[in-house]
């Protein structure tokens, strides 16, 4: 397959620095055609991959060139995800508490994944898309 089939997208990681501006971002390089956003949601960023909307119409081949991703493994990492799941456990009738705090003990023990490390996994997924950091 040559380079010009393959549609190359590129995430600016000096306009990330928390979960939210990561979905801006997001939102700001996969839909600027689409007349709606994602939410901060992982499942949101998942099925945006998957294609059909947004600057991903199906399975064709994507590189997805993540600059300056080394600062975003901070900025997502330990410390952004025990506030993710800190949010959640103050909205008990939504989210599971019990799973939360689970969460935050295992990162707050050195265990667990990341934010960051749950997009990666996102990412790998989907075998259509190569991930250039």
Same mark, same amino acid.
């Given at each position: 397959? =040559?380079?010009e089939?393959i549609?190359?997208l590129?995430? *600016? $990681?000096?306009?990330? #620095?928390d979960?939210p =501006?990561?979905? *801006? %971002?997001v939102? @700001?390089? +996969?839909?600027?055609?689409?007349? +709606?956003? !994602?939410?901060p =949601? !992982?499942?949101?960023?998942?099925?945006?991959?998957?294609?059909?909307y $947004?600057a991903? @119409?199906g399975?064709? &081949?994507?590189? !997805?060139?993540?600059? #300056?991703?080394e600062?975003?493994?901070? *900025?997502? /990492?330990?410390?952004?995800?025990i506030? +993710?799941?800190?949010?959640?456990?103050?909205?008990?009738?939504? +989210?599971? &508490?019990?799973?939360? @705090?689970?969460?935050?003990? %295992?990162l %707050?023990? /050195?265990e667990?994944?990341?934010?960051?490390?749950?997009?990666l996994?996102?990412?790998?997924? #989907? &075998?259509?898309i @190569?991930?250039?950091v």
């Amino acid at each position: 397959m =040559s380079k010009e089939e393959i549609k190359e997208l590129i995430l *600016d $990681g000096n306009r990330i #620095h928390d979960i939210p =501006s990561f979905y *801006d %971002e997001v939102n @700001r390089v +996969f839909m600027q055609e689409v007349g +709606f956003t !994602l939410g901060p =949601s !992982l499942d949101a960023f998942n099925d945006v991959l998957h294609g059909g909307y $947004g600057a991903i @119409r199906g399975n064709e &081949p994507i590189c !997805l060139k993540w600059l #300056h991703f080394e600062k975003n493994k901070e *900025d997502l /990492g330990v410390a952004a995800t025990i506030a +993710f799941y800190r949010a959640k456990l103050e909205q008990p009738e939504t +989210f599971n &508490p019990e799973w939360a @705090r689970k969460k935050v003990d %295992e990162l %707050e023990c /050195g265990e667990g994944q990341t934010y960051i490390d749950m997009l990666l996994e996102i990412i790998g997924e #989907h &075998p259509n898309i @190569r991930l250039v950091v």
